[in-house]
Structure formats: structure tokens, C-alpha cells
């Protein structure tokens, strides 16, 4: 990591224009507050804070990125909540599948390429996972969760 790098990652740069982020209620984005955001105005890009803290949870995103680390998020937390890792195990699997530094292997410092990256690659060893283990439990909350996605109710099972 470059110390350029790092400063992005930590929400200390915005990464569109490199010019130093404000800090603010983030009731200027949502009209309500949900705690302080670091803002570049001009960039339409923004990071949320650790509670109780000043420190960036990553590094600030536009909406196009902030799409992408929601799929990111989706996928990863898939992996590990469906797929029987640990949550810290997913962390460290994506670490080495990365090849980025544990310390920055967080979907909230990632740009779109890793967002991407981690979406893929969560997908296929989630479906790894579940080829070895495919139980009709785990078939119905696979089924559940993706309709809960589209928006219908979680999936029961018909008596
Ligand atoms: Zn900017």
C-alpha cells in the first residue's frame, strides 16, 4: 500500500479528486441523521464513521460504488452466513484471495474492481461450499434469500 492508498482507504482522501474530505451529520445526504459522514460535496461521495468515533469506516464512494459494495456485501455476507464460515475466517480467505493486507481487506476500503472481485469470487465458493453440503435446509434459506431480494416474502415450506 502506498501512503496514497492508505489515506483513500482511511477516508482521508476523496478518491475522485484528492482533495481532503469534510466532516459532517449525514442528515445532509438523508435528510435525517445517522451519525457523521466525511463528504466531498463536489463528488457526490461519502463515508459513515465507527460510532462514537472521527474514524472513516473506508473510503469515500459515489453512487456507482456504492452500488457495488452493497453486491460486494451481499455475496461476501452470503458466503459466510450461508456457507458455514466464520466471519473472520471469510475475512482472511478473502485477504489471501485478494492478496490484500488483512488490515485492508474490508469491503468499505475497496474500490469497484475488488468490489467486483469479491462479488465473483464469493459466488463460486459459496457454490463450492453448498455442492458439498446440500441439504434441503439450506436450500430452502438459499431460496429465501434471494426472494427476499426481489422483494417477496422468505420461502416456507408447504405442509
Ligand atoms: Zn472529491
Not at 466525511?38 to 462514537?52: E, F, I, S, T, W
Request: glycine letters at 8%; hydrophobic letters at 35%.
Amino acid at each position: 500500500m502506498t501512503e496514497l492508498e492508505t489515506l483513500i482507504c482511511t477516508g482521508k482522501l476523496c478518491p475522485y479528486c484528492g482533495k481532503e474530505p469534510v466532516l459532517t451529520d449525514s442528515a445532509c445526504i438523508y435528510g435525517k441523521s445517522y451519525g457523521m459522514i466525511y463528504l466531498c460535496k463536489p463528488c457526490d461521495a461519502y463515508v459513515g464513521v465507527h460510532r462514537n468515533s472521527t474514524v472513516a469506516l473506508g473510503r469515500l464512494a459515489n453512487a456507482d460504488l456504492r452500488k457495488h459494495k452493497k453486491l460486494a456485501h451481499e455475496k461476501f455476507d452470503a458466503l459466510w452466513k450461508i456457507g458455514g464460515m466464520s466471519r473472520s475466517d471469510a475475512y482472511s480467505w478473502l485477504s489471501k484471495m485478494l492478496g490484500t493486507e488483512p488490515d485492508f481487506t474490508h469491503i468499505g476500503m475497496f474500490d469497484k474492481e475488488k468490489c467486483l472481485d469479491t462479488f465473483f469470487i464469493s459466488e463460486v465458493k459459496l457454490e463450492l461450499l453448498l455442492k458439498n453440503n446440500t441439504s434441503d435446509e439450506k436450500i430452502r434459506t438459499i431460496i429465501s434469500d434471494r426472494r427476499e431480494r426481489i422483494g417477496l416474502r422468505g420461502f416456507t415450506q408447504r405442509d
